[in-house]
C-alpha cells in the first residue's frame, strides 16, 4: 500500500474593523474542513492570527472569524500549492448593528419576556 500526503498548508492573516480599517483585537479564527478544525489564539492589538494549521494543499477550508461586537464572518478558502504558510488578504467585520423595539400582541399590548 502507498500512502500519498500533501503537504500541510497554514494560513496567517489580518483582522480589520469594515468602518474604520482598524485592527480588530481578541477575534476568534477557526479552519475547518469535514472531519476536523483548528482554532489560531486571538488576535492581538495588531488584529493578526496564525499561522494556524489549516489542511493539505489543494484542500477547501471553511474559515470563520468573529469578535465581540462584529458580525460574524465565514470565508471558504482553497489552500495552494507550493506554499507552506499562506498569506490571506485582509478578513474585514462588519460592526454588529443595535437592535431595539418592544415586541406587542395583536391587540398592541406589550409581551413580557
Do not use: N
Not at 469594515?18 to 495588531?46: C, I, K, M
Not at 506554499?83 to 431595539?100: G, K, M, N, S, Y
Request: glycine share 14%.
Amino acid at each position: 500500500m502507498t500512502l500519498l500526503l500533501t503537504p500541510a498548508v497554514r494560513v496567517q492573516g489580518v483582522v480589520l474593523d469594515t468602518e474604520t480599517s482598524l485592527p480588530v483585537e481578541g477575534a476568534a479564527v477557526h479552519a475547518a474542513q469535514p472531519g476536523r478544525s483548528f482554532a489560531a489564539a486571538p488576535t492581538g492589538p495588531d488584529g493578526a492570527f496564525g499561522p494556524l494549521a489549516a489542511g493539505g494543499a489543494g484542500d477547501r477550508i471553511v474559515l470563520a472569524v468573529g469578535a465581540p461586537g462584529y458580525a460574524p464572518r465565514v470565508l471558504r478558502v482553497l489552500l495552494p500549492h507550493g506554499e507552506a504558510v499562506h498569506a490571506l488578504p485582509p478578513v474585514t467585520l462588519e460592526p454588529a448593528a443595535a437592535w431595539q423595539g418592544r415586541v406587542t400582541d395583536a391587540t398592541g399590548r406589550a409581551l413580557e419576556g
